[in-house]
């Protein structure tokens, strides 16, 4: 069946709720899992959700979910503007993958509005709090279901 999933969050997501919370609001990631957990049940998807500081934890998550999963969701935090690494294993997983981002990053600074994997991801969420890791699992759900157009 075409319906596991990776959520991966890169470094500082594990202090959501302590972080910047006009940013990124008061929800932490236990809770954050908790929500997504639920969904992925009733679109029944089997999900695996995970964080890292590290770079290179990151770039072999990524690289060990192309043989384990079907699609991603991939917020890389501070990463997503610096990796070439993580950009480099994105590439390898050739399914769907979103990049996600619980803020705006185009609103915020200049730093953070380029990201190094926008271009080849298949779509984004950015800017709609922690209710996007939602609409990523619906619509990833979609994708694996061919009922995205
Ligand atoms: C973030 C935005 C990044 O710029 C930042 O470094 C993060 C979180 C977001 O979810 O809004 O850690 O990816």
């Given at each position: 069946m075409n319906n596991k999933i990776i959520i991966i969050n890169g470094p500082n997501l594990n202090l959501l709720g302590e972080r910047e919370q006009s940013q990124?609001?008061?929800?932490?990631i236990e809770k954050l899992k908790e929500n997504c957990t639920k969904k992925c049940k009733e679109l029944n998807l089997e999900v695996v959700f995970a964080q890292s500081n590290v770079e290179g934890e990151l770039v072999n998550m990524i690289q060990e979910s192309r043989k384990k999963f079907n699609g991603m969701i991939i917020?890389?935090?501070?990463?997503?503007?610096?990796?070439v690494a993580i950009r480099d294993a994105l590439e390898l997983f050739k399914k769907p993958i979103i990049e996600l981002h619980i803020s705006n990053i185009y609103k915020r600074e200049e730093f953070r509005q380029?990201?190094?994997i926008s271009d080849i991801v298949t779509g984004g969420i950015f800017g709609?709090?922690?209710n996007g890791y939602i609409l990523a699992i619906i619509s990833m759900h979609k994708l694996l279901n061919n009922e995205n157009r």
């Open positions: 990124y609001g008061s929800i932490t917020n890389a935090a501070a990463f997503t503007h610096t990796s380029k990201s190094l709609l709090g922690a």
